[in-house]
């Protein structure tokens, strides 16, 4: 009984011995970063190696060879909506990213096997790519130690999508169509439409360049069924001065005053006395 004990407590111990493992930090950390632009969501799942006093560009990630842009498992892309990168069309869907580096230009690729980590090997297949466009890269003045991917000059309509790493930036235009599906929800909704769907189709037309008529119009309504808060009072305003209606304008904007001090909202005190002062002005 004592041996069958004994024997036991040691298979539980070579047991706990081989499950049991040490953990230490990844050389390269995994990231997953999700962007929204306009009414789309762009996601990105990679790795990040750093430079370690290593010289990059041309040298660790070699000038004219297919590289995973990142490390470990390739880097994967997803896009919630069709887009357009830099003028071609990209299906929505899940991408690997890969890219050929250059000294001046490099080739950026989305390739439609998105379990694919090894670019340019025997399972790589160049029929299955789903864009390949060509880009310039550019020189930072500061050195960028760990290789980062990340979103800038993000706009309803779209974002610029960079691959970043020591003095090497490059990046590229993403479209995401936002104007199409907001003005076919529009016009959808508008048919028996509440107080906030006027004022979001206000908002709307008044910051994307459309008719600001229209805009007036439909704040206007909203506000008249109820959507008459401050902050609501003060996008209306906004549109009644982008109109060129002043008079108007800063009775909204002193009804928004009075709400907002009511609200004890210092922020929007100070935009509507801002405002009230500017278009006083502007109506000499």
């Known amino acids: 009984m004592k041996r069958l004990n004994f024997i036991l407590v040691a298979l539980v111990l070579c047991s706990a011995a081989v499950i049991a493992q040490v953990r230490t930090p990844s050389a390269s950390p995994g990231a997953k970063l999700e962007q929204s632009v306009g009414l789309s969501t762009i996601t990105v799942d990679y790795s990040r190696p750093s430079a370690k006093g290593r010289k990059v560009m041309g040298d660790l990630v070699p000038f004219g060879q297919y590289w995973r842009t990142g490390a470990n498992q390739g880097t994967k892309v997803t896009f919630s909506d069709d887009v357009k990168i830099e003028g071609k069309d990209l299906k929505k869907g899940k991408y690997s990213l890969f890219t050929i580096p250059g000294a001046d230009e490099w080739k950026v690729i989305f390739h439609k096997n998105a379990d694919l980590n090894v670019p340019g090997g025997d399972d790589y297949k160049m ?158």
Do not use: C, H
Not at 149 to 173: C, S, Y
Not at 218 to 245: C, D, E, H, P, T
């Open 127 to 284: 029929e299955d790519e789903a864009l390949r466009i060509s880009v310039k890269s550019t020189q930072m003045t500061a050195m960028k130690e760990t290789f980062t991917i990340e979103f800038d000059n993000i706009k309803d309509q779209g974002a610029e999508m960079f691959l970043a790493w020591e003095k090497t930036r490059v990046g590229f235009n993403i479209d995401v169509n936002t104007d199409t599906k907001v003005m076919a929800n529009i016009n959808q909704i508008m048919s028996g439409p509440s107080a906030g769907d006027y004022l979001a189709a206000a908002n709307y037309y008044s910051n994307n360049g459309k008719d600001i008529n229209k805009a007036v119009e439909w704040a206007a309504k909203g506000v008249s069924m109820g959507a008459n808060q401050f902050f609501n009072l003060r996008q209306y305003s906004l549109i009644l001065a982008k109109a060129g209606k002043y008079s108007e304008a800063i009775a909204a904007a002193k009804e928004s005053l009075m709400k907002s001090q009511e609200a004890k909202n210092n922020d929007y005190i100070k935009m509507n006395e801002t405002s009230i002062a500017e278009w006083m002005k502007m109506k000499k």
